[in-house]
């Protein structure tokens, strides 16, 4: 009896003790998840295939991260949600969605806050977009380790789009966080959420008539088969985030959290390099397949219409002038 009874006294507190030795060992070798909502041709997801092997080379294959794409592991918002709470370690999300607990982080979504492409690129890595992150990991605990460019948004439609006015009452599709209404209620638009993976059935099926996309994932998502123009308004820009859960960096060592770092970085180059090269590519390509047609909208009769929008999602989201002036500056 008193042998039974030390067997149940001890072995679970040893049980508990190897499992807390094996945890802070910096021995221990996990598989990592990591979830996004991107189809496998687009670059985020070769981007992340990418820093996925580099992250197992340089943890000596100690580590690695197996990828899920294409909503596997559920929506946007559903991925947040489990990084959250440690069902997922690592996901790739938007500055807006992110913004959903964080809401200064939204700011570089603004309609034309950027007066460029170039602006926008040095956004991507600049002082301030540090500066929102940190604010972001204090609000979370979770941990912003870089950021990947997206791409400039543009409306894909039916009818062609040259001016503020041709997009009165349009059903568009935005993604499902508040902020992405801003610019379709601007010039008039009805716009309605729907998650990335339902985008080309709710197109094909009129439930939405147009949509705002980047090109690379008009191209990926194949939305020419259901649409007709891309109307390159660039009127945003969006930057993907590599995410990880605090219940990861708070367990692997110094060493694991450099090539965790590392890869997180060669993730935003990649992307970056191939969204650019692919904004820069996929028009002509496009149009030489007659896969769709491309208009030429009034940039800045759309600058002007969308003209107070920057100032009042400031005053709305809780960033200051000082702030909204160092983006000006970049």
Partial sequence: ???????????????????????ASPSFATEFKLGHVYDVSHPMH????????????????????????????????????????????????????????????????????????????????????????????????????SAGYFGAFNVTSNTP??????????????????????????????????????????????????????????????FYEVQKYVNPTAHMHEYVFWVVGNHVMSKIDAADKTCMQKSADLYAESSTKMIVDQEKNLRKEMEDKKLIAFTNPDIAAFQKATASVIDQMAKDLGVSPELLAKFRGI
């Avoid at 072995?11 to 945890?23: E, L, Q, V």
């Avoid at 006015?165 to 349009?170: H, I, Q």
């Avoid at 568009?172 to 008039?188: C, E, M, Q, S, Y």
């Fill in 46 to 145: 070769k981007a992340a295939v990418e820093a996925a092997a580099a992250f197992k080379a340089c943890t000596g294959g100690r580590h690695s991260i197996a990828v899920y794409p294409s909503s596997q592991l559920g929506s946007e918002n559903a991925i947040n949600e489990q990084v959250r709470f440690g069902g997922i370690d690592i996901v790739f999300t938007g500055q807006i969605f992110a913004s959903s607990t964080y809401k200064p982080l939204a700011i570089g979504a603004a309609p034309f806050i950027f007066k460029d492409k170039e602006q926008a690129l040095r956004y991507r890595t600049s002082p301030v977009f540090k500066e929102l992150w940190e604010g972001w990991g204090k609000a979370t605990g979770q941990h912003i380790l």
């Fill in 1 to 23: 009896m008193l042998l039974s009874s030390l067997f149940r006294t001890y072995i679970p507190a040893m049980a508990g003790a190897a499992a807390a030795a094996i945890a």
């Fill in 161 to 222: 789009i040259e001016k503020p006015e041709d997009m009165k009452g349009l059903k568009i599709r935005v993604p499902d966080a508040p902020i992405w209404l801003a610019f379709p209620k601007a010039v008039g638009a009805n716009p309605t959420p729907v998650p990335l993976a339902e985008v080309y059935l709710a197109l094909k099926q009129g439930v939405v008539t147009a949509s705002a996309n980047p090109v690379p994932i008009t191209y990926a998502f194949k």
